[in-house]
Structures are given as structure tokens and as C-alpha cells.
């Protein structure tokens, strides 16, 4: 797609959008709530086109699953290879050598310490239900622990860890979870300053180990940076301080690597910021740049299971590990872990020069080409009708980003081109400096 871009010629929803968009609403639940009104024609590295000729650049790489973005050379080479030779044949009938060379790359990088097993299957959320059942019966205890605000995915007991109120109406709640507050210091849980805290959340966590599953919690299922909370970074010694408590209490440390992994954050995985090994790892299609994959790695002593205890039908299709194996080739290949830092934090620098320049006491959060813009200022209300229309305003003119609660999450192709991204930030400069004038907390 070599083109200039954006460029945006027609309404996004007029045309053959427009029918398509309307037979959509008549055939597709109303649980799907499209972040862009458009319909997706292609993509190629960080620009969309939509089927109306308009093309935009894609701060959201697929949201989220597109980690090199769209149509890069050699993942679809090792797709079309792997197609012509075997596109799936399960994993319960018969080995696999693509299932084997996958497991035995990831396991090289994997922050998990001593030799590891794998547990592949379709998708991140069914790879969750997988740690849940495994750890459960592994240490024979019945309870885990979630963090408030986190994201585990959406099966019925991937949701049990979810605080999201509209997201547990549907669930029975199976799972017996406790939930702790996250390390969120701007909106400490407990009203306390960092300067006094000194981590008043992880004591609290503790007792409420102690009060309610003493010698009974299995696991502690952690994002070691928040997302879908507002990209929320814990402060320096959290992660530290709280591994070594989960160890005191004779239980385990999950960490959901969904949004973070690979490179996402200047490091194959958040946790290295931080030297933490985990007992156990979860990612997702991320690693397959979209295709659909799971994975629930961990010490192997955890997932000494008895045999058909677990295993996945479909999970570890070929088709997926082909383009997996690649997308991690193009990472080392093209240093873009370092790529990842190196523009990441420039990125965060000029973001928080735009919101000096714009007189508002917004926030700057992030890791590597992982960053979020949170909207502060006014109340919850105004702050989320901001943050929407800041999105609304980037899409109008060619940029997508995308929104959770008030914080304006970005998160670019590891690849992207040097002379899109300045184009992007510019897009997005000029957005955040004009509606920046409507927020109650501007000084302009």
C-alpha cells in the first residue's frame, strides 16, 4: 500500500459500508461494539483501508493483535508455506514438529525460571480456563486472586477474575476469587500519598490472604502493567515486594502477558523490566500476529498433569504456530525489542511535551510503544466524553487509537515506519492541543 496516508476521501460509513454495517446489525449479537465505524478492506503494516478508499494509520496494530502490523512479507510466506503442506491436524492425534519448535523458542525467552511445559490452545481466554483448572489442582487449594480493574479474558472462568460489572453479568461467578487493588497511586485505594504509603495494598493483600484462604490461595493471576485498567505501571519495588509475598504464603504468581508480549514494551515480556520470573505465563494471538492462539506455560512440575486432564482439540492448529515461529524470527531479525524501547521512550517524551504545551494536568504513562494519555481534570464523565471525542477526532482525520475508560491507549506496529509514526503524532498533537481547551483543568 504505497500510498500517502492518511488520507481519507469518503464518509467511512456511506456506500457499500453502509449496507454491510446495516446486515451486520441485523445478523451479529449486539454484544459487538466496533470501536471505528468502517468496514476493514485491507491493511499493510500500520495503514487500513477501508472499502471506500479511505486509508488510516493504525495506532492500534489490529487492536492489539497485529504486533507487525498487517501483511508483512514473512509472515505470510511462512502462512502460505505452512498451508500448502499441513494447515491442521490436532495435537490429541499425533505430534507435531511446529507445535515442538514453537514451544522450544518461547521457552528460551519465557521469564519463568528451571525447564517449562506448555499447554496450547485456541485462544488466550481458554488458556486462562487452563491455568485456572491446572494450578487449582496441581496444589490441591481452591481460591485465586485478581487485581482490580484487571482483564483475564472473556470464558466463564476467565471472567471470574474480572471486576468489570458489565462483563460479570454474565457470569456465574465459578471461580472463588479474592480481589486486591491495584498499585494505581494517582487513585491510591486507600486515599494515601506514595510518599507515605510504602505499599499499603500489598499489607492489605496480605491480610486478606490471611482472613480469608489461609493456606488455600492457589494462584495470584497478575498483569504486570494494567491495560484495560489505563495502562497502569506499578511503582518501582511493587512487583518485587509482591513476588516475594505470594512465595510467603505458599502460593503462585500467573502473569497475563496478553497486551505486553512480544516487544510490546521495550522487553520480550513486561515482567523483565523488573526481573521477576513468574511460576506461570499466559499469552495470546499476539504471538501469531492475529491468528488464533493461547498458551499456558509454566514450571514444569506444574504441569506434571495426569494424561487427558487437559488438552485442546483445535489448540495449537499449525496454521498458527507457523506464523508464531515467524513473527518471533522478525523480532530478533529486526531488533524491534530494542526498537520497541528506543521509540517508545522518545514517544513518551514528545507526549508529555504536547501535554505541557497544552496547560493540562493529563497524564503520560508507558513502556516501549505501550502508552496511554489519561484524561484527568474534570469529573469521571466529562473526563471519558473527552477521551472519546479525542478518538472520534483522530479517526475523522486517518488516525486510529483506541480508548478505555478515560485513558487514550497507543500502541503502534513495532515496525512502523518512522515517517508514519511523526505523521501519527502529529495527528494526534494537534487533536490533543484543540480539545485540550475543553478540559475544566486547561489553563489556556
Known amino acids: 500500500m504505497k500510498v500517502s496516508a492518511p488520507k481519507i476521501s469518503k464518509p467511512p460509513t456511506s456506500g457499500d459500508a453502509e449496507k454491510i454495517i446495516s446486515r451486520d446489525v441485523e445478523l451479529m449479537a449486539r454484544s459487538y ?14 495503514l487500513v483501508e477501508d472499502i471506500n478508499g479511505n486509508i488510516y494509520i493504525d495506532f492500534t496494530s489490529g487492536f ?6 498487517g501483511r508483512h512479507p514473512e509472515i505470510q510466506r511462512a502462512i502460505k508455506d505452512q498451508l500448502e503442506k499441513l494447515a491442521s491436524y490436532s495435537l490429541k492425534a499425533a505430534y507435531s514438529q511446529e507445535a515442538l519448535e514453537f514451544a522450544e523458542e518461547l521457552s528460551k525467552i519465557l521469564p519463568i525460571r528451571g525447564d517449562v511445559r506448555m499447554i496450547l490452545t485456541d485462544s488466550f481466554s481458554e488458556a486462562v480456563d487452563a491455568a485456572i483448572r491446572s494450578l487449582k489442582w496441581h496444589t490441591g487449594k481452591r481460591v485465586v486472586a485478581s487485581f482490580l480493574g484487571a482483564y483475564h479474558g472473556s470464558t466463564q472462568a476467565a471472567l471470574s477474575l474480572s471486576t468489570d460489572s458489565r462483563a460479570r453479568r454474565i457470569s456465574t461467578g465459578v471461580e472463588d476469587v479474592i480481589y486486591i487493588p491495584p498499585p494505581l497511586c494517582s487513585r491510591c485505594f486507600f486515599g494515601l500519598k506514595p510518599e507515605n504509603c510504602q505499599m499499603t495494598c500489598i499489607d492489605y493483600f496480605r491480610r486478606l490472604v490471611e482472613a480469608v484462604a489461609p493456606e488455600d490461595l492457589a494462584a495470584v493471576f497478575l498483569e ?25 504464603v505458599k502460593s503462585l504468581l500467573v502473569a497475563n502477558e496478553f497486551s505486553t508480549a512480544p516487544a510490546r ?3 520480550w515480556f513486561a515482567l523483565d523490566h523488573w526481573n521477576i520470573n513468574a511460576d506461570a505465563i499466559i499469552i495470546g494471538a499476539q504471538f501469531s500476529s492475529g491468528l488464533p492462539l493461547g498458551v499456558f506455560a509454566a514450571r514444569e512440575d506444574l504441569l506434571d498433569l495426569e494424561p487427558d486432564m487437559y488438552e485442546s482439540v483445535t489448540g495449537g492448529c499449525q496454521l498458527s504456530l507457523a506464523a508464531a515461529l515467524a513473527t518471533l524470527r522478525v523480532i530478533k531479525d529486526e531488533g524491534l525489542v530494542e526498537r520497541s524501547e528506543r521509540f517508545g521512550r522518545n514517544l513518551r517524551k514528545r507526549l508529555s511535551e504536547i501535554v505541557e504545551e497544552a496547560g493540562v494536568p493529563w497524564q503520560v504513562r508507558g513502556l516501549g510503544m505501550l502508552l496511554g494519555i489519561e484524561v484527568i481534570g474534570g469529573d469521571s464523565h466529562s473526563n471519558v466524553a473527552l477521551a472519546e471525542e479525542i478518538v472520534r477526532e483522530c479517526f475523522r482525520v486517518g488516525l486510529l487509537v483506541r480508548r478505555k475508560g478515560s485513558t487514550i491507549i497507543l500502541t503502534p506496529p513495532l515496525n512502523v515506519d518512522e515517517e508514519l509514526l511523526e505523521k501519527g503524532v502529529e495527528i494526534l498533537e494537534e487533536k490533543l492541543l484543540e480539545l485540550s481547551r475543553r478540559s475544566p483543568a486547561s489553563s489556556s
Do not use: C, D, H, N
Not at 461494539?33 to 500500520?46: H, L
Not at 489505563?230 to 512465595?247: A, D, F
Open 33 to 46: 461494539k466496533r470501536e471505528f465505524p468502517m468496514v476493514v478492506k485491507s491493511i499493510e503494516g500500520p
Open 224 to 248: 504486570p502493567i494494567q491495560v484495560e485498567a489505563g495502562v497502569v505501571i506499578p511503582p518501582e519495588g511493587y512487583l518485587q515486594r509482591l513476588s516475594k509475598m505470594i512465595k510467603e
Open 265 to 267: 514494551t521495550g522487553r
Open 64 to 69: 492489539g493483535l497485529l504486533p507487525l502490523g
